[in-house]
């Protein structure tokens, strides 16, 4: 593949964040910056991530990784040709979809030969070739590096002529004992989320990938009915008011607010559609933007690859919702909820066993701490049930058993007592709502502000993509009334009004929306 070729390419996958819509195989293949490249005639080999002038700072802005190597190398020299493979050899523990240690470091590269690139290069007074950087992504973005700069975080790579040495260079700087024959889900380095309250900060990236993975599934399987519009319509309602991904609130309002284009009701037009488009007019859009699904999980990985996952990541973002709603939206919340999962989730027992409990509540949840708690009770009588299935038929993940939430590592005070031998808990409920409120509200996000103990996991542009919802969330004005529209509150007026306010492309001035 030629480098100018590349260049365009890579400039579709890895181009900054835009919602504007695009053809369902561009938006396949943009959908992750550490995925391998893996084009017709591309190498298979190429896990590191090719930059230019005109998507470096954006990738290096948006990645989740703590760290971030780039290599500035030109194409036509002979030593540059015979590094590369040593150097993918290290890129491919950490990048891609099937990365054994993914999340952790970025490797990228950047070709100085190629003319668009001269001042980037400059930048990092680029003098031999190939050179290797090292430091915070955060740091790279907007950066300059010069050879006499003292107290800089970019730091060159002296010692890693050999994939040997680069990875034992990587192993000094985060205390790592990572090694060239380390295979996916074969490692000891999965950090523990049992006892840091950290950890959950990195879920973030997991809300996003569930999401996007479930509206995925939703295509894939074509679950849209004329029997199933309603409920997809107020989930969307609460990803819109009250997601934890900017980015994912700014998705959902563009498609809520498309909706009837998207879906009509009327089903014969909706199968032709899907006739002449596959998954339809909504593969085009992306519901956390055009780098989601990235293909792994962070807080939400398994130490096996059947563990874990989509289903942790869920649980995430249902209790991410739950303790952002206010007491007059809960019940809807509630509802929209357990209508989602009754609709959409594809794994037949979990779906049926979440739909008895829903059913079984007898009143209206009018308050935001009844809709948290009882989410938080249905979540462990899920883990019970499991904790029995699994070591019966020992599929227990052994680095993340499933286990009574929250563990007293956790929240000792909402622990009243615990008979161990039977294993009943006296729980303390405006302790254990405090803890959740906070931990899947406030911690969720607000961790990445501190930069020193999360190793600079992000800039200050994404996070504001990732801080969480106020709520009087902004919103596109359209998606207010597409809101109003789904609910019937205003009838032929509001559709009229609609119709000549998307002619002006309305949805993308933006107003606020307090109440969904």
Known sequence: MSGAIRIVILSLFLGSFDFSSSSSSANMGSRS????????NGDPRDYAVDLNVTNFDSVLKDTPA??????????????????????????RLFNGPDAVHPGIVLMTRVDCAAKINSKLCDRFSVGQYPMLFWGPPSKFVGGVW????????????????????????????????????????????????????????????DVEEATATAFDIILEHKMIKSNTRASLIKFLQ???????????????????????????????????????DGHGPLGTFQICGKNVPRGYWMFCRGSKNDTRGFSCGLWVLMHSLSVRVEDGESQFAFTAICDF???????????????????????????TRDFVLWLWSAHNKVNVRLIKEEASLETVDPKFPKMIWPPKQLCPSCYRSHNQRNNEIDWDKDEVFKFLTNYYGKTLVSLYKDKDALGNLLTIGALEDLVASTNA?????GAALAIAVASCAFGALACYWRSQQKSRKYFHQLHSLKNI
């Open 66 to 91: 703590t760290f971030a190597v780039v290599e500035f190398f030109a194409h036509w020299c002979p030593a540059c040709r015979n590094y590369k493979p040593h150097y993918e050899k290290v890129a």
């Open 341 to 367: 999962v009754h609709n959409f989730f594809v794994c037949e027992e979990c779906r049926q066993h979440f739909y008895d409990m829903c059913s079984s509540v007898s009143g209206p949840l009018n308050k």
């Open 146 to 205: 010069e050879p006499k700069q003292e107290k800089s975080e970019l730091r060159v790579i002296n010692d890693g002529r050999t994939a040997d040495q680069l990875l034992n260079w990587i192993n000094k700087q985060i205390g790592s004992s990572f090694s060239l024959g380390d295979e996916k889900f074969e490692n000891d380095h999965l950090p523990s989320n049992v006892s840091d309250p950290g950890q959950i900060a990195r879920a973030v990236y």
């Open 473 to 477: 969330v902004v919103v596109p004005v």
């Open 33 to 40: 910056i550490l995925r391998a490249i893996d084009g017709d």
């Open 238 to 276: 609460i990803l819109v008011a009250h997601h934890p991904s900017k980015r994912c609130r700014k998705g959902s309002a563009e498609i809520l607010v498309n909706f009837d284009d998207l879906f009509p009701s009327d089903l014969l037009l909706a199968n032709k559609q899907e006739e002449n």
